[in-house]
């Protein structure tokens, strides 16, 4: 693997979510889940990048809703999953598990992660993983269109894909998340550290992410179903991961 690692930077939108601005070629960019025009104008304007490519995980109208606008504004190529080519805007690039892309000097590869829709995709670039709202920090997306099984599935896969050490969700939900982790995982011995790294962020007006798939697999308790002595401390013993997954999404929902 190249040492270089690609330059991604954060574009805040609405509320809570974010769009994500690669930087490829000098003057150009890729942007992952525009779902406002202006805001993202205004960010590229700044950075002298022009895009070449918009890519999309999935259809909710909170990431798509810039794309068209966007797309026609610059020439950009819209890129997203195959499967769901029916209900995002008109695809110039339709991909399916395991397709991959030249963005500049960077391969990207998809992965299919179904759960929060059946067409989510996630996008790998180098060591960057842009996982849309399948994986958030502290969080996963809420099963909207799948089963605890197929989600469980799902963050396995990003889990286990070897090389992948950043995340880039597409929403910044992490204190959140973070009442509900301190809530249920409060003897975590690593959540300290975390707690400390996020307000020194906050503090200081910045993003919490991206965040690390290492910090995640220790911290985020949709990541740890299968992890025997967190399945006992939730009392359910002898519980099957796919078990302790959905009832932490259960309980997360209410919380
Ligand atoms: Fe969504």
């Known amino acids: 693997m190249s040492e270089t690692t690609p330059t991604i930077l954060p574009i ?6 974010i769009v994500w601005l690669l930087e490829s070629d000098p003057g150009h960019a890729v942007l992952f889940d525009p779902g406002d025009c202006d805001p993202v104008i205004e960010a ?14 999935h259809h909710h109208h909170d990431h798509i809703d810039g794309v068209l606008p966007l797309a026609r504004h610059f020439g950009a190529k819209i890129v997203g999953h195959t499967l769901d080519a029916g209900r995002l805007p008109p695809l110039d690039i339709a991909l399916k598990d395991g397709d991959s892309l030249q963005l500049g000097p960077w391969m990207c590869t998809v992965m299919a992660t179904p759960g929060h829709t059946s067409g989510h ?3 790998r670039i180098h060591d960057a993983l842009m996982t849309g709202d ?4 502290l969080g996963c997306g809420r099963l909207f269109e799948g089963t605890p099984e197929q989600m469980w599935t799902s963050l396995q896969k990003i889990r286990e894909w070897t090389g992948i050490r950043r995340l880039f969700p597409a929403h910044e939900y992490t204190l959140l998340n973070l009442g509900f982790v301190a809530r249920y995982d409060p003897d975590n011995p690593h959540l300290g550290a975390m707690r400390e790294w996020l307000f020194q962020q906050t503090d200081l007006g910045l993003p919490t992410l991206p965040t690390t798939l290492e ?15 967190f399945g006992r401390q939730l009392g359910l013993t002898g519980k099957s991961a796919v078990e302790v997954f959905a009832h932490i999404r259960t309980m997360r929902n209410q919380f």
Do not use: G, M, W
């Open 12 to 17: 805040p939108i609405f509320k809570d979510n």
């Open 134 to 137: 399948t994986l958030f920090s």
């Open 121 to 123: 995709v996630v996008y």
């Open 44 to 57: 590229l304007q700044q950075q002298h990048r022009i895009p070449t490519h918009i890519l999309i995980t």
């Open 215 to 229: 910090r995640e697999c220790q911290c985020n308790p949709f990541l740890r179903a299968d992890d025997v002595d």
